[in-house]
């Protein structure tokens, strides 16, 4: 480019800013408002002294960032909506301190490079993205607009509904009372009501400590949750008798299999108990197996739902072994709930993902998810070593409780003194996530245990011993 072409260019630019100027300042004063038209190209062009061209040019610029519009035939206008803010992830910061804005930390994904969420109730993407799993997301069928856009069945896509029947329900028309949901949240939020509309009872017991969310769920269904106490030995079956003596249960709501946040399972004895009350009282049985599959050193033992199928809603999800962001959880029924739940179902969400439900069918229905499986015990299995090894230069601060037995979470008890609630709240400042056992009680109350759950899966690395040495520095202070 010679001088001559050069000089031109820049004095090209010269004019156009002087144009974008022009009409930013005509803004800022109020002579142009929002949705009012900018003077004509030929006036602005006369005013300024400058060619058409670079009006135009000055104007499709002004359109770019944002603050004009073009409409055909009608010339520019000063555009008026209020351009995008760009929006951010939540923070911790963001959140209250009560159990529902927990569960809502509990799965929040932070960019912040100095997060650490060993409270986190998810399982950690590097465990999940086995090789199987990894192989059948990057071989899957792009998404067909004239298919898998539309509506799946009600009630689920057959062929998940087909092998989630012959996985988990152990009988031949299992299938045929399943029905696929939004999660566990959503399969456990239909059961309580189901359940409840179904005995006439409003009390839904629930184990204390649990699942941190149970006891707000049952409350905002209008019910009433019911405390049943759960340790690491197991279920208090005499205090459930009590309860069940005193008024009638809808139903019973238990986590056998690797519980949150306790860790430890229920024997088979305390299964047959439990069936046996419930066939004698009345109630039903929600039994929430979310953990199946993730058992370590022995075979998981048999479902409450084997035992007793007339009287238990067997429910479960693919978000702990294959992604929470899939939201596909199912709940098998008894017939005699299987037109309530159906219906509640509709009306709650009238249907869920085909796409997803046909790509989890597919994947759960072959030999790659026994694989997968086996892979993700292995690695859970080696990151709690890490968690027990990196723990062991905290003792001061606490220690794991027995030993780790599968699923996601190991109860980490505090030392005598230590107050877990303002650790919580002072981790929270820190940029950690942990989850105090206070919260997984029916009536949670400030100082109630010297305990927190700890994610295993979370484990990797040098998360743990990063963890622990803020939070003994914090109990220090």
């Given at each position: ?32 408002r ?72 509990s799965?929040l ?12 109730g ?11 799993w ?13 298919f898998?856009l539309?509506y ?39 059961s ?21 969310m149970l006891g707000?769920?049952v ?15 197991g ?6 008798r009590?309860?069940?003596?005193r ?13 949150n ?29 979310v953990?199946?599959?993730?058992w370590?050193?022995s ?54 993902d ?34 027990k ?51 997984f ?37």
């Open positions: 480019m010679g001088t001559e072409e050069a000089s031109d260019v820049a004095r090209d630019g010269s004019k156009r800013h002087e144009v974008k100027a022009h009409v930013a300042e005509l803004i800022a004063n109020g002579t142009l929002r949705g009012s038209r900018v003077p004509s190209l030929l006036d602005l062009a006369r005013h300024l002294g400058v060619a058409k061209n670079t009006v135009i040019g000055a104007l499709d610029e002004l359109c770019g960032e944002g603050v004009l519009e073009a409409r055909e035939r009608q010339g520019f206008f000063v555009k008026s909506a209020r351009r995008r803010e760009p929006a951010r992830p939540t923070r911790l910061s963001d959140l209250e301190t009560d159990r529902v804005a927990h569960g809502m930390a799965i994904v932070s960019g912040d490079a100095d997060y650490v969420d060993i409270g986190n998810t399982t950690c993407e590097s465990v999940l993205a086995t090789p199987e990894s192989a059948a997301l990057k071989s899957a069928a792009p998404r067909d607009p004239m898998s539309r799946a069945d009600p009630i689920g896509e057959p062929h998940l509904r087909e092998v989630i029947g012959a996985r988990f329900g152990g009988t031949d028309d299992a299938a045929g009372r399943v029905i696929v949901t939004n999660g566990a949240i959503e399969a456990l939020n239909l309580f009501a189901a359940a409840a509309a179904r005995t006439g009872s409003r009390r839904i017991a629930i184990e204390s400590p649990g699942y941190f707000p769920m409350t905002a269904l209008g019910l009433e949750p019911v405390g049943i106490p759960r340790s690491a030995e279920l208090d079956m005499d205090r459930l009590r309860e069940a003596k008024a009638p249960l809808a139903a019973v709501m238990v986590n056998p299999n690797h519980h946040p306790m860790g430890g399972s229920l024997t088979l004895a305390e299964r047959f108990e439990l069936a046996k009350q419930a066939d004698e009282r009345g109630f039903f049985v929600i039994e929430d197996d953990y199946k599959g993730l370590m050193f075979e998981e033992p048999p479902s409450i739902y084997s035992m007793l199928p007339e009287r238990t809603l067997y429910l479960s999800s693919f978000s702990k072994t294959l992604g929470p962001g899939l939201r596909v959880g199912f709940v098998i029924t008894p017939d005699a709930l299987l037109t309530d739940l159906r219906r509640r179902k509709f009306l709650m969400s009238l249907s869920g085909a796409y997803v439900q046909d790509l989890v069918a597919d994947f759960v229905d072959k030999r790659g998810y026994q694989k997968h499986l086996a892979h993700m015990r292995e690695e859970l299995g080696r990151r709690a070593r890490i968690a090894q990196q723990s062991a230069q905290f003792t001061q601060l606490g220690a794991f409780q027995g030993e780790y037995k599968g699923g996601l979470f190991w109860s980490f008890e505090l030392r005598t003194g230590i107050d877990v609630d303002r650790l919580y709240r002072a981790a929270r400042d820190k940029n950690v996530l942990i989850s105090p056992g206070s919260f009680h029916v009536d949670p109350a400030p100082g109630q245990d010297r305990w927190m759950r700890v994610n295993v899966s979370r484990c990797e690395g040098m998360n743990l011993s990063r963890s622990l040495s803020i939070l003994r520095k914090v109990a220090a202070s």
